[in-house]
Nanobody, 113 residues
C-alpha cells in the first residue's frame, strides 16, 4: 500500500526558511519520480517541484530559485528546502510519486509576520 507522510511545515515570517520532508513507503522509492505539490486556500492544487530518481530537479516558475528538492533513497525520503518564503507560499504541501493516485495528509506552511 502506497503511503506518504509529510512533515516539517509550520509558521514562518516572510523571508524565512523551512525544510519539508516526505517519507514514502509501499513502492520502490529509489526508482520513483517524486513530486511536490501545494494547495492554497480556495485554489487548485499545483505542482511545485520534481525530484528524479538520480537527483535531477525541476521546478515551477514561481519557485524562482528559492526552493531546492533532494532525496535520500536509503531513507525513502524526499526533501524540499524552502528559502526566502513569501506570504503567497502559504499552502498545504504534499508529496507524491509521479502518476500515483495516492496523496499524503500534507503539511501546512504558513508565511506571515
Amino acid at each position: 500500500q502506497v503511503h506518504f507522510v509529510e512533515s516539517g511545515g509550520g509558521l514562518v515570517q516572510p523571508g524565512g526558511s523551512l525544510r519539508l520532508s516526505c517519507a514514502g513507503s509501499g513502492f520502490s522509492f529509489s526508482d520513483a519520480i517524486m513530486t511536490w505539490h501545494r494547495q492554497a486556500p480556495g485554489k487548485a492544487r499545483e505542482w511545485v517541484a520534481t525530484v528524479a530518481p538520480g537527483g535531477a530537479t525541476f521546478y515551477a516558475d514561481f519557485v524562482e530559485g528559492r526552493f531546492t528538492g533532494s532525496r535520500d533513497n536509503d531513507q525513502n525520503t524526499t526533501f524540499l528546502q524552502m528559502n526566502s518564503l513569501k506570504p503567497e507560499d502559504t499552502a498545504v504541501y504534499y508529496c507524491q510519486e509521479f502518476g500515483s493516485p495516492t496523496w499524503g495528509q500534507g503539511t501546512q506552511v504558513t508565511v506571515a509576520s
